[in-house]
């Protein structure tokens, strides 16, 4: 089945250290987003791919890192350097060859949890 | 200004009422629009794209009024089923960023 597979789906975290999301597709999609979701909150932007090795920062990219080496898959850091990094992280992936319209399409989330 | 906006309710309706969101947003660039399902604890998706001429499926009527910009979800006799968080979604011309609303969140009671 095609989709997009986000692991571990609940990661705990100790303060000062660096973990990584992982996030992977095989819907052959060339966009690929990384959303951070807080209790009651809508999404927030992290970072974004369009294409192979190149990225583009979102709305909150700070003590954050991304690659996107493979098309197949977009990990996240998230570093020390974010302060408060507990949170629901969404990873989704678009179609990027249409010109409109094209829906995305979510993984089941990772929740990071800093103790 | 926000990007995209959107009122979080929460909104609390009767079975079988109907409901509307609105959802508002300021690049007037904007070509696509979706609005999304998420409920608690899971991943959003897809309820339905938002067509320039308005689009309907089953019980869910989306609109796009481009000159105020903003855009709408009706849903007629609600369900229970229908309990969730809705977000919008809109994304300019030729970009791949796309933004979400704040999402309005829908509890139909029995």
């Known amino acids: 089945d095609g989709g997009i597979t986000q692991s571990p789906k609940y990661l705990f975290r100790k303060e000062g250290q660096n973990v990584t999301l992982s996030c992977e597709q095989n819907?052959?999609?060339?966009?690929m987003y990384w959303y951070r979701q807080d209790p009651g909150q809508g999404l927030r932007l992290i970072y974004y791919s369009q294409i192979v090795n190149d990225f583009q920062k979102g709305d909150i990219a700070e003590g954050y890192s991304v690659s996107r080496e493979k098309k197949e898959s977009f990990p996240l850091t998230v570093t020390s350097a974010q302060k408060n990094p507990t949170a629901f992280y969404l990873c989704?992936?678009?179609?990027?060859?249409?010109?409109?319209?094209?829906?995305?399409?979510f993984g089941q989330g990772t929740r990071l949890t800093v103790v | 200004r926000k990007e995209v906006e959107q009122d979080p309710g929460p909104f609390n309706v009767p079975e079988g009422a109907t409901v509307a969101f609105n959802c508002t947003y300021s690049n007037s660039a904007s070509q696509s629009f979706f609005w999304y399902r998420q409920d608690c604890r899971k991943e959003p998706k897809l309820l339905m794209s938002v067509y320039s001429s308005g689009n309907e499926d089953g019980r869910f009527t989306a609109q796009l009024n481009r000159a105020s910009q903003y855009i709408s979800l009706l849903i007629r006799d609600s369900k229970l089923s229908d309990s969730a968080t809705y977000l919008c979604v809109v994304n300019a011309q030729g970009a791949q960023k796309l933004v979400f609303g704040q999402g309005t969140r829908l509890t139909i009671n029995p």
């Open positions: 819907l052959n999609h060339d966009a």
């Open positions: 989704a992936s678009r179609d990027g060859t249409a010109l409109m319209n094209t829906e995305a399409f």
